[in-house]
């Protein structure tokens, strides 16, 4: 614990996750590279992905549902084309382990296309993405990630999941810009947070059961649905998204997964797709000089807040004065 009785150090909060993932089943790799996760998005101001999602994670590993003892299978399929069958484990240990061979096609040829089945994914997308900024890539990812959710117009009931994607560019003399969002109108995770502290959502936000507007969180999680961003067109970023992220790795579809998944599942097995890109390979190594100017562009136009500022903000205060404890972080020590 920190010197202030309602923070947390990083630390701690890792090794008290880890302690609760290792006691239901889970590998000490497995479960450090989880709770590192957790604690990140926690720390960074993240909450629907942070300390929030142990619970679900908890419940896959103790029914059985995920594997929290798994080796990933990678097989090299071209210079620059990784699969990764994480053999129902999840999708961060599995990513961890494949970081060898990532590493040498990215000094091969300039470019990793990374392709992820048979995993559990159940957190943000930005912190697989910024650690390959941090190191000077460029690298975006997408998830077909659960349970069926999204119902575009036109559509009778729920056909994808909330899909997200991210992207991560490293900036000269600077934090990297990363930045994650679901093709959803709103994140489960949020959703779920606004029914727990009893608030509504804007119209546009979902339907209920019947396909009319509702403000009502309830009744977009219980038999309703999410509406698409920017209506077709969010759409038809969800369809790229599962042909990729599903169709193409191997993983399952929204709707096979939502057919295998046990009744009150959190987690779920599909497929995500990265691809990390080396900015520095055919002489172009002025990028992140460019994409600063480029950002200081935006903010001298009034775009003061870019993608990350207050996930770095939190993460500075953080570091001085500890994490924020909550129930749910004082629940990890009941």
Same mark, same amino acid.
């Given at each position: 614990?920190?010197?202030?009785?309602?923070?947390?150090?990083?630390?701690?909060?890792?090794?008290?996750?880890?302690?609760?993932?290792?006691?239901?089943?889970?590998?000490?790799?497995?479960?450090?590279?989880?709770?590192?996760?957790?604690?990140?998005?926690?720390?960074?101001?993240?909450?629907?992905?942070?300390?929030?999602?142990?619970?679900?994670?908890?419940?896959?590993?103790?029914?059985?549902?995920?594997?929290?003892?798994?080796?990933?299978?990678?097989?090299?399929?071209?210079?620059?084309?990784?699969?990764?069958?994480?053999?129902?484990?999840?999708?961060?240990?599995?990513?961890?382990?494949?970081?060898?061979?990532?590493?040498?096609?990215?000094?091969?040829?300039?470019?990793?296309?990374?392709?992820?089945?048979?995993?559990?994914?159940?957190?943000?997308?930005?912190?697989?993405?910024?650690?390959?900024?941090?190191? *000077?890539?460029? %690298?975006? $990812?997408?998830?077909?990630?659960?349970?069926? #959710?999204?119902?575009?117009? !036109?559509?009778? +009931? @729920?056909?994808?999941?909330?899909?997200?994607?991210?992207?991560?560019?490293?900036?000269?003399?600077?934090?990297?810009?990363?930045?994650?969002?679901?093709?959803?109108?709103?994140?489960?995770?949020?959703?779920?947070?606004?029914?727990?502290?009893?608030?509504?959502?804007?119209?546009?936000? *979902?339907?209920? %059961?019947? $396909?009319?507007?509702?403000?009502?969180?309830? #009744?977009?999680?219980?038999? !309703?649905?999410? +509406? @698409?961003?920017?209506?077709?067109?969010?759409?038809?970023?969800?369809?790229?998204?599962?042909?990729?992220?599903?169709?193409?790795?191997?993983?399952?579809?929204?709707?096979?997964?939502?057919?295998?998944?046990?009744?009150?599942?959190?987690?779920?097995?599909?497929?995500?797709?990265?691809?990390?890109?080396?900015?520095?390979?055919?002489?172009?190594?002025?990028?992140? #000089?460019?994409?600063?100017?480029?950002?200081?562009?935006?903010?001298?136009?009034?775009?003061?807040?870019?993608?990350?500022?207050?996930?770095?903000?939190?993460?500075?205060?953080?570091?001085?004065?500890?994490?924020?404890?909550?129930?749910?972080?004082?629940?990890?020590?009941?």
């Amino acid at each position: 614990m920190t010197n202030e009785p309602d923070r947390i150090s990083f630390d701690d909060l890792v090794s008290a996750i880890e302690a609760k993932l290792t006691a239901a089943g889970a590998s000490s790799a497995v479960a450090k590279v989880l709770a590192t996760n957790c604690a990140t998005c926690e720390r960074d101001g993240t909450l629907s992905h942070g300390v929030f999602r142990v619970a679900g994670y908890l419940d896959s590993l103790t029914r059985g549902w995920a594997d929290g003892a798994a080796e990933a299978n990678i097989d090299i399929v071209g210079p620059s084309y990784i699969r990764i069958d994480g053999r129902n484990g999840f999708a961060q240990p599995a990513l961890a382990e494949a970081q060898p061979q990532i590493d040498q096609a990215l000094s091969d040829t300039g470019v990793a296309v990374i392709a992820l089945r048979n995993t559990h994914h159940f957190s943000a997308l930005w912190p697989d993405l910024e650690s390959f900024a941090r190191d *000077g890539r460029v %690298a975006m $990812g997408m998830i077909a990630s659960g349970k069926l #959710a999204v119902v575009p117009e !036109g559509a009778t +009931r @729920p056909v994808f999941s909330t899909n997200p994607f991210g992207f991560a560019t490293p900036v000269a003399d600077a934090d990297p810009i990363v930045f994650d969002f679901s093709t959803s109108s709103m994140s489960h995770g949020d959703l779920q947070l606004l029914r727990a502290e009893g608030k509504e959502v804007p119209v546009g936000t *979902g339907v209920d %059961a019947t $396909g009319a507007d509702t403000t009502d969180p309830n #009744a977009i999680l219980d038999g !309703g649905g999410i +509406r @698409p961003i920017g209506g077709h067109k969010g759409a038809l970023l969800s369809f790229m998204i599962e042909t990729l992220a599903a169709g193409l790795t191997g993983g399952a579809f929204t709707f096979e997964i939502d057919a295998e998944a046990p009744e009150g599942a959190h987690t779920f097995r599909t497929g995500q797709l990265f691809i990390v890109i080396d900015p520095e390979r055919g002489g172009n190594d002025a990028y992140l #000089a460019r994409v600063r100017g480029f950002v200081d562009m935006l903010r001298d136009a009034g775009m003061d807040r870019q993608p990350g500022d207050r996930r770095y903000a939190n993460r500075a205060e953080a570091a001085e004065r500890g994490i924020p404890i909550t129930d749910t972080i004082r629940s990890l020590f009941d």
